[in-house]
């Protein structure tokens, strides 16, 4: 079945950019939305933004100025960048795949990787 | 769209009926979800839209509502189901809400 492995720095000092790739085992990365979420320590899930298979992505409103998320199709990963970073960015962070509900645009998180802890400090 | 979740913990012994409550701050149509996430793991998909059980989801969880009103209902807990549970849209953007906290009384 599909797996997702996030990988990544573990530290990240103030004012750099965090980037994380996800990789997808089992699938192909050619469908669906991928998505980005995080989780501060402590506290509830952040999205963070998702990209679909033909490389449009959308971002959270509150991030945006700081996010890129991309698609790399031939190596079956997703990414993400988010620059100066500051100590609120520390969490874990998670991709996970979307899927089709019901509706034409309903999608839901089905499969998710592990997370990966984030740490912003000097 | 903003998630409300209440209440923020719920206590109760296993066996016992569990009600959680999502509140959208305008319609997310039934595009909703609910995920239950246990301590160092990743979220589950357990419900979408709305009333759907996830693949795998045991038939005691189930879910309702529609427009701005939902509601996870577990029938009888069992001990595995002690978790925190969030609620999710994808309507306008894509928000979480607070999650709620189902512990052993």
């Known amino acids: 079945q599909v797996q997702l492995q996030e990988s990544g720095p573990g530290l990240v000092k103030p004012s750099e950019t965090l980037s994380l790739t996800c990789t997808v085992s089992?699938?192909?990365?050619?469908?669906?939305?991928w998505s980005w979420i995080r989780q501060p320590p402590g506290k509830g899930l952040e999205w963070i933004g998702y990209?679909?298979?033909?490389?449009?992505?959308t971002y959270n409103p509150s991030l945006k100025s700081r996010v890129t998320i991309s698609l790399d199709t031939s190596k079956n990963q997703f990414s993400l960048k988010l620059t100066s970073v500051t100590a609120a960015d520390t969490a874990v962070y998670y991709c996970?795949?979307?899927?089709?509900?019901?509706?034409?645009?309903?999608?839901?998180?089905?499969?998710w990787g592990k997370g990966t802890t984030v740490t912003v400090s000097s | 769209i903003v998630l409300t979740q209440s209440p923020a913990t719920l206590s109760l012994s296993p066996g016992e009926r569990a009600t959680l409550s999502c509140r959208a701050s305008q319609s997310v149509n039934n595009y909703l979800a609910w995920y239950q996430q246990k301590p160092g793991q990743a979220p589950r998909l357990l419900i979408f839209d709305a009333s759907n059980r996830a693949t795998g989801i045991p038939a005691r969880f189930s879910g309702s509502g529609s427009g701005t009103d939902f509601t996870l209902t577990i029938s009888s807990l069992e001990p595995e189901d002690f978790a925190v549970y969030y609620c999710?849209?994808?309507?306008?953007?894509?928000?979480f809400g607070g999650g709620t906290k189902v512990e052993i009384k």
């Open positions: 089992g699938g192909f990365i050619s469908s669906y939305y």
């Open positions: 999710q849209q994808r309507s306008n953007w894509l928000t």
């Open positions: 990209i679909y298979y033909s490389g449009s992505a």
């Open positions: 996970a795949r979307e899927v089709n509900g019901y509706y034409p645009n309903s999608y839901y998180m089905d499969v």
